[in-house]
């Protein structure tokens, strides 16, 4: 554009122009009207003499974790969030803020299909839906083939609704949270009977990111690139089958985390409860750099009450965690001499490292060490062989993805050994599995598909130190496949690769992102 001034002065020649209307934030960014304080639980700081939107919206991308800012022009001031802002703290603004939001990354199309009551009830409020507009801050679909839209109405009893307009609350609903960002975060739905609200199980809100016209379009899809479930979705649908949520496990978590907690409150966290393995192991080792030192403890889970030292060492494993890496930089160097860098634990017939400091090897990484071999158990030979076939399989990678497991974890009897291997480390109190002994003396490659499905149970174990959101999840993992009347039927066929949220390969942010845990 060529600006000028009202007497006809040339202001700028070449003005671009990515503000169209009136909307105050980057073309990257939703607009929240209100006013976001420094007090929000998300802040991550603010910045003063910032000249203008741009150099905020940098700042923001430059922060790995900011999801929103707030800035003002007239008071040149940036402050940061970590979460996406849709219920800003105050509704009316202060001054010029503006609070910009990034894109919640809703599903383009949805399909709401149910074999229940809706069916019944309901049936013009299914189908297929589009994205189309935004309302209190969320995104807003539209029927494909009808009038109807899906909004969040924010509404105590109501959360997104399925109406033929913004003034009405619809015949088909979800109970949400306030913080509900996208209809597929929350997954119970209500349809209206003519008297009363009914909780329909069968419902399905599935994701159909490939647009398709129709339902058989869809499923010609899903069988050449895969279900569009997520596997945030696939684990709801197999809780729901069972009549069952995240909650119940939370609340046994934390009666375990409770029950393994030491008396006097002052100590929790601040020391592990596992013993040491007192006994000189001999081992063979999977990198010379990483040998045990001659000052340094090798600590073994316990046979009795297992789940809850594990639960207790996830604690304490967070809390030296955050004394180390509090603090930007050079900043925490001196914590850093204080504390330990990692925490060697021995599982079966493996040692590994639970690593504690930030760096390019990892963030809470853990590494097989050390194979022990002992009188009744692995010799070194065999020892020597699945070191070797890890390092092959390794490469010059610092440790395995998840996708790489499915390279030598391929079968049912596989999968069973990954199960066996996560209810060693997590063994149920109400009805404990008896895990049997997968290595074997004359088979080499089953003695390291064995070890394989140790170090991704393992790999799990360090997913809920990093987010403890997700000891919950593998706790109902285990008790669906426990459940014989489940580990052979529906989703469970699969792999727990292919249902557990943080398995999806990629960082720990994005794949906490997508899947967006709530109970």
């Not at 929350?186 to 199980?201: A, L, P, T």
């Not at 050449?224 to 949520?245: D, F, M």
């Not at 499915?406 to 009897?413: G, V």
């Amino acid at each position: 554009f060529t600006i000028y001034s009202p007497t006809g002065e040339l202001i700028h020649d070449d003005f671009k122009n990515n503000r169209f209307g009136c909307n105050p934030c980057p073309n990257t960014y939703h607009y929240v009207p209100g006013y976001t304080s420094s007090e929000d639980c998300s802040h991550l700081g603010t910045s003063s003499s910032v000249p203008n939107v741009d150099v905020c919206e940098a700042r923001c991308f430059d922060t790995k974790s900011c999801k929103s800012f707030a800035y003002s022009y007239k008071d040149q001031t940036c402050k940061l969030f970590s979460k996406i802002i849709v219920d800003p703290t105050y509704s009316s603004n202060y001054w010029d803020y503006a609070t910009c939001s990034k894109d919640a990354g809703c599903c383009e199309y949805i399909i709401l299909s149910s074999t229940g009551g809706t069916a019944q009830f309901q049936s013009n409020r299914l189908g297929k839906f589009v994205q189309s507009g935004r309302y209190n801050n969320r995104i807003v679909y539209k029927q494909t083939e009808g009038s109807k839209i899906l909004f969040y109405s924010g509404y105590s009893d109501y959360g997104w609704v399925v109406a033929s307009g913004f003034d009405s609350l619809g015949g088909l609903r979800i109970v949400s949270s306030s913080g509900s960002l996208c209809p597929d975060d929350d997954s119970i739905w209500e349809y209206y009977s003519g008297g009363n609200w009914v909780r329909d199980d069968t419902l399905i809100l599935d994701c159909d990111e490939h647009g398709a016209k129709d339902q058989n379009d869809r499923f010609r899809m899903d069988s050449i690139q895969g279900p569009p479930l997520t596997k945030k979705q696939k684990l709801t649908k197999l809780l729901v089958e069972e009549n069952s949520n995240l909650r119940q496990y939370q609340k046994y978590a934390m009666r375990l985390l409770a029950k393994s907690s030491p008396t006097q409150t002052d100590e929790l966290f601040q020391k592990t409860m596992l013993k040491r393995v007192d006994t000189k192991l001999e081992i063979e080792l999977f990198d010379l750099c990483k040998q045990p030192k001659e000052d340094e403890n090798i600590y073994e889970l316990p046979t009795n009450e297992r789940i809850e030292h594990a639960i207790y060492e996830i604690g304490y494993l967070m809390m030296q965690y955050g004394k180390i890496n509090n603090g930007e930089n050079g900043e925490n160097d001196e914590k850093k001499k204080l504390y330990k860098h990692r925490q060697l634990i021995n599982v079966g017939y493996f040692v590994y490292e639970i690593l504690l400091v930030r760096g390019k090897v990892g963030n809470l990484y853990d590494n097989p060490i050390a194979c022990i071999y002992k009188k009744g158990g692995l010799n070194q030979g065999q020892c020597k062989h699945i070191v070797d076939e890890y390092q092959n399989l390794k490469g010059k990678t610092d440790g395995l993805p998840y996708k790489t497991y499915s390279k030598k974890l391929t079968t049912d009897n596989d999968k069973k050994m990954i199960y066996d291997a996560m209810n060693n480390i997590f063994p149920s109190e109400v009805n404990p599995q008896e895990v049997p002994n997968h290595y074997d003396d004359s088979n080499n490659d089953k003695n390291f598909k064995a070890f394989l499905s140790e170090k991704l149970a393992i790999a799990f174990f360090c997913e809920t130190i990093r987010n403890i959101d997700m000891l919950p999840v593998t706790l109902a993992l285990l008790h669906l496949w426990n459940d014989k009347k489940n580990s052979n039927s529906g989703l469970l066929k699969g792999f727990p690769t292919d249902i557990h949220p943080m398995a999806g390969g990629g960082t720990f942010f994005n794949n906490q992102l997508n899947y967006r845990l709530k109970y």
